[in-house]
């Protein structure tokens, strides 16, 4: 059983156009998050829901926009899609908020914008 | 906020050697620090972590270190193997309400056999 599930694994696109990436966790966690990873390997968070509540909201373009239907679920969707928002996208779900529960990440989200 | 400087980028090491791997962070409330394994084609993994109030820990071949005063904490991997090879990011964080976690840029360790 997949504990973090993205879909889809990987989503080539042209620039101005408008996609979702979606996540689904099955172990039951409470907190769930949104990370970017670049062409250079550095992860950073972009968002962060505990209980289908934004609970952390980094400097991201507003065109990303995060939804999170329930608990088990956070989807990104992303408008007006630039070159510059090629990346990897993870999906991760912890049991808590408090950043010392361990992460769990999905298998990521390779986005390449033409 | 905080910021995680890792060193080495790139590190290779021959089969049963070990490798270091070392961190800095800035902001001295700083009291959470995991580590993560980031294998070809997934997504990281938790493979260790410290909290504040211990300067040692370790878990078979792995094991981590932290010294506070200095902030700086080191991931140390004994007897290599070649499945060690990845890529290794640590983190910071203030273990209190909503706070995150800031990665380190990350370590390609390769394991020459």
């Known amino acids: 059983d997949t504990a973090v599930s993205q879909t889809p694994k990987y989503l080539v696109t042209q620039m101005g156009n408008d996609k979702s990436i979606k996540c689904e966790q099955n172990?039951?966690?409470?907190?769930m998050y949104w990370y970017k990873q670049d062409s250079k390997k550095f992860l950073k968070i972009m968002f962060s829901?505990?209980?289908?509540?934004?609970?952390i909201n980094e400097t991201v373009p507003n065109r990303f926009s995060p939804k999170s239907p329930d608990k088990a679920h956070l989807n990104l969707h992303i408008n007006s899609l630039e070159l510059g928002d090629s990346a990897v996208y993870f999906c991760?779900?912890?049991?808590?908020?408090?950043?010392?529960?361990?992460?769990?990440f999905g298998p990521g989200t390779r986005l390449t914008v033409t | 906020g905080e910021n995680v400087e890792q060193h080495p980028s790139t590190l290779s090491v021959q089969e049963g050697d070990s490798a270091v791997i070392k961190c800095t962070y800035s902001?001295?409330?700083?009291?959470?620090f995991p580590w993560y394994k980031q294998e070809l084609g997934k997504g990281p993994q938790l493979i260790i972590d410290?909290?504040?109030?211990?300067g040692e820990k370790k878990d078979q071949r792995i094991a981590v270190t932290l010294n506070k005063t200095a902030k700086h904490f080191s991931l140390h991997i004994t007897e290599t193997q070649p499945e060690d090879s990845a890529v290794y990011f640590c983190?910071?964080?203030?273990?209190?309400?909503?706070?995150?976690?800031?990665f380190g840029t990350g370590t390609r360790l390769t394991i020459i056999p």
């Open positions: 410290i909290r504040s109030n211990v």
């Open positions: 172990l039951g966690h409470d907190t």
């Open positions: 983190a910071a964080s203030i273990n209190f309400g909503n706070e995150k976690l800031t």
């Open positions: 829901y505990n209980n289908k509540e934004l609970i």
């Open positions: 902001d001295s409330a700083s009291n959470y």
């Open positions: 991760a779900s912890s049991r808590g908020p408090t950043s010392s529960y361990e992460q769990y």
